[in-house]
């Protein structure tokens, strides 16, 4: 063998590119862009997802601090009530 079958063309567009060879990459190039199409819309489903969930937790949590200020007031209205319910015994 000579040293000429063994090392690689110096141009990389010598060599002869059929029609099977584009089709074969085409198809390979639409494969991969079809997966990839695939993933995307998985992940933008799963975003929505998890968007609707912290939609859900931003509402539980406006609910709960909403509570937070009214219960020391309901907590005072309540201490305020029995205080006036058992000054009858209390205070004799």
Do not use: C
């Amino acid at each position: 063998m000579s040293d000429q079958q063994n090392t690689p063309a110096a141009d990389p567009f010598a060599g002869v590119v059929t029609a099977k060879d584009i089709y074969d990459t085409v198809n390979d190039t639409k494969v991969l862009v079809q997966r990839s199409l695939d993933r995307q819309e998985a992940l933008e489903k799963q975003h929505q997802e998890f968007r609707s969930e912290l939609d859900v937790m931003k509402e539980r949590v406006a609910k709960n601090e909403k509570w937070r200020y009214m219960l020391p007031i309901s907590a005072a209205g309540a201490v305020g009530a029995t205080v006036v319910g058992l000054a009858p015994y209390i205070g004799g």
